[in-house]
């Protein structure tokens, strides 16, 4: 039995089907990008969206991975954990149940004074943009983390996941929770999450993505990172990335394209995506985090790095023939 704590922002998505980019446009959205807005604006999306047919999922980079790795894995192969921050209203009640329904074993703080987190997903063809106003999620504090029981997780855990999104606001926090698993010598997994995250956070970003034993990103944001550094392409921003570990693996994503591969001090292996037709792919919005799931199933199965990628590929493609970051009726057949 492996164990995985996961620390993220709890959020409740909801997603919307659009026929046209009329809506982002009013708001200033890129097709297939993300943005942080506030409570007014959020309520205003909502108010635009009313009349559309809508699905609810529960949501959140981390959250997501987790619930991916449980419906990838029985519950007598992982364990996992996920810790944030959520407000006292229906929508936390909402999340707790669907997360415990997934196999999940929530520990959230409750915070009185500020609403559940929420996002919108705006899908238009493969393309989705996601909106979001963490609430409750980004004002979890040093107190808070330190009034649960993360350190006895943790202790006896194989793996902690920090999704980059859980850097906003909160550095004391995150960096709380990494020291710990520097001193008790944890693996530790970081998603660099967002180009956006990448620009307005980059210091705090760097310095976990230089630490992490195993990094997550996709292309756009190995580049955003690139630019800030002053490098030439990843190839010289992983001499970087790689001074304080030497082993760590690094996994670069590119949408359909091709998967890169770093690991083993100095290898590189790539695997071309999972290709689907267009018809297939009904909502991306998981496809990131359902990655990152199929790649940690991998490492809990005990595979080679490039065979965890290919899990991570397959993984994707399951999820995003849904709407949301949902599972299939019937379980895969590729563990």
Known sequence: MKTLVGFG?????????????????????EADGQKE?????????????????????????????????????????????????????INAKILENLLNQDGVKTRYTIMTKFATGCTIALVNGTN???????GAAENYTLKNIQSTDYKENILKSDFV?????????????????FNY????????????????????????????????????????????LCKHLK????????????????????????GSEVITCYHSNSRVECIPAQQLNASEIVDTTGAGDSFVAGFIAGLILEKSPIDCCKLGSQAASCIIKEMGCTFPKVKPDFL
């Open 128 to 134: 989705r943009s996601l909106v979001a106003n963490l």
């Open 231 to 254: 490098c030439n392409d990843v190839n010289s921003l992983l001499k970087i990335l790689k001074e304080d570990r030497k082993n760590k693996i690094v996994v670069v994503t590119d």
């Open 161 to 177: 996941y920090i999704e980059g999104f859980f850097l906003t606001k909160r550095n004391d926090v995150a960096n709380c929770i």
């Open 37 to 89: 807005v506030d409570e007014v604006v959020m309520q205003s999306i909502f108010n635009d969206i009313s009349s559309l047919d809508k699905t609810q999922t529960a949501g959140g980079c981390c959250q997501n991975t987790l619930r991916v790795l449980q419906w990838l894995l029985n519950k007598e192969k992982c364990t996992s954990f996920v810790y944030g921050g959520v407000g006292d209203d």
């Open 9 to 29: 922002n709890p959020l409740l998505d909801t997603i919307v089907n659009l026929n046209n980019n009329d809506l982002l446009d009013k708001y200033g959205l």
């Open 181 to 224: 698993c520097i001193c008790q010598n944890k693996s530790l997994i970081f998603n660099l999450s967002g180009e956006y995250l990448v620009n307005s956070e980059t210091d705090i970003v760097l310095h976990f993505a230089k630490k992490a034993d195993i990094l997550f990103g996709n292309r756009r944001e190995y580049n955003a």
